[in-house]
């Protein structure tokens, strides 16, 4: 079983839903939560990053982590369709390392 | 891109040949890292690098090696390509210990073992 776990979906939305993309993990020392973006055939980008438990809020982009059920949300409010990319949620359980832990990756696209 | 260019951006090699992939950054960044990229698999980390000659595996290191000798070039080598080494190579940087999460990542190397 991987550590961390994601559907790869595609997902498939119209311009304007309101998107919510997960994953679980099961190593309980996880503390950092990220979220990157990438692009097709680009390198990924940093969207969010929390630490603990909590919500975090960037624009349309809303951050959510639940440590008690080991699951992270990313929601995306109001999607248009430059939204459309692959979403990493990525953990660690120290800042210092560098060391992260990614899952396989969303695909999502956003239909005009 | 951050600063950061990695070359070759596409290899295409056989079995049983040496390959060294380069990252160069402009950022003057503490910490380097090399990831491999592979459907199913997201990205995993291969090997990093502290500082000048300070390095550490990843969770699949095994048939790659590294080197840093200065802080803006890190080195991934491959001593003898096999075909499950055909993947996409990321190079990433980030600052300060602490920090070492906010990762940037290069546009990556497209890299094909026959």
């Known amino acids: 079983q991987k550590e961390v776990e994601q559907d790869p979906g595609p997902l498939s939305v119209p311009e304007g839903a309101i998107v919510s993309l997960n994953c679980t993990y099961s190593n309980s020392a996880f503390q950092y939560f990220m979220w990157y973006r990438q692009y097709s055939r680009k390198g990924p980008e940093l969207l969010m990053y929390t630490y603990s438990s909590g919500n975090k809020e960037d624009g349309r982009f809303t951050a959510q982590v639940d440590k008690s059920s080991k699951y992270i949300s990313l929601f995306i409010r109001d999607s248009q369709p430059s939204d459309s990319a692959t979403y990493l949620c990525?953990?660690?359980?120290?800042?210092?390392?560098?060391?992260?832990?990614f899952g396989q990756g969303t695909t999502l696209q956003v239909k005009p | 891109d951050a600063g950061i260019t990695q070359s070759p951006r596409h290899k295409v090699t056989e079995t049983g040949t040496p390959v060294t992939l380069r990252c160069h950054q402009t950022e003057n960044h503490r910490y380097m890292y090399w990831y491999r990229q592979d459907p199913g698999h997201g990205l995993r980390l291969i090997h990093y690098?502290?500082?000048?000659?300070?390095?550490d595996k990843g969770e699949v290191s095994d048939g790659y090696s590294v080197s840093r000798s200065k802080t803006e070039d890190f080195l991934l080598t491959l001593e003898s390509a096999t075909s499950s080494q055909t993947s996409v190579y990321f190079c990433?940087?980030?600052?300060?210990?602490?920090?070492?999460?906010?990762?940037?990542f290069g546009p990556g190397t497209r890299l094909t073992v026959l």
């Open positions: 990433a940087i980030s600052g300060t210990s602490g920090r070492a999460l906010e990762q940037f």
């Open positions: 990525a953990m660690s359980d120290s800042s210092n390392t560098g060391k992260l832990i």
């Open positions: 690098s502290y500082g000048v000659k300070d390095t």
